[in-house]
């Protein structure tokens, strides 16, 4: 009973906490994200393969990365033409490195919100940030999930209605300005409402006001 009762008491010792380990996947997807801007090109094979492991987790999770492929093709379709144009053909290989470093850089943030709740994040960007600055980036990483899906469905809604922004008319550069006011803007719109919103209820809730303002309690935390 003795030996069982130290051995719980070493592993209870050298458990991580949930915010130890947000404190973890922030300091990673830094250091990677950064990486994928200075790192020299014969070293991205290495880079690219950790943050596959990192798509890995994120999809086991049940988190989804559609959107974030889109992202990265409709950059890879507009970088491609302007290298084209402007350095010839003999430069469309370091245009697509351009387009997968960018890409690289990314998907760690990718992994850090699709890993991390918003909460566990700002309790660890408070240690070195003022807690409203650490609740804004926070709460901005927390709204990237619902502000994807405001948008699909704004778009989904401007589409049904006959607007010109479907895939094959936004080819039409004469199309563009459709996508900004039927999409764009009524998206800008949704997120200064929900802005308001969220700083009414940091108000309500006297947020500000004590120095070391508190922090929702992790699960793992509590049992």
């Not at 491609?80 to 690289?104: D, K, N, S, T």
């Not at 563009?176 to 009414?200: D, G």
Request: charged residues 15%; glycine residues 6%; contains cysteine.
């Amino acid at each position: 009973m003795w030996a069982k009762g130290r051995i719980a008491t070493k592993m209870a010792y050298f458990r991580i906490t949930a915010t130890q380990y947000c404190a973890c996947a922030l300091l990673l997807s830094l250091v990677l994200s950064s990486s994928a801007f200075f790192l020299p090109n014969s070293a991205l094979g290495g880079l690219i393969i950790i943050d596959i492991l990192l798509v890995i987790h994120g999809v086991y999770l049940k988190n989804k990365i559609s959107a974030l492929l889109r992202l990265g093709l409709a950059q890879l379709a507009l970088t491609l033409p302007l290298y084209y144009l402007i350095h010839g053909e003999g430069q469309m290989l370091e245009g697509v490195i351009v387009v997968l470093r960018v890409f690289l850089a990314l998907l760690p943030g990718w992994w850090l919100s699709a890993t991390q709740k918003p909460e566990r994040i700002g309790e660890v960007l408070s240690w070195g940030l003022p807690a409203k600055w650490a609740f804004v980036i926070a709460s901005s990483i927390g709204l990237l999930p619902y502000m994807l899906q405001e948008t699909k469905e704004i778009y989904a809604i401007q589409c049904l209605r006959g607007a010109n922004i479907t895939p094959k008319a936004l080819r039409n550069p004469k199309n563009w300005p459709e996508l900004i006011y039927c999409v764009v803007l009524p998206v800008l719109i949704q997120l200064l409402k929900l802005s308001k919103q969220m700083a009414k209820a940091a108000k309500l809730r006297h947020f500000g006001k004590v120095n070391k303002p508190t922090h929702w309690p992790a699960k793992r935390e509590e049992e």
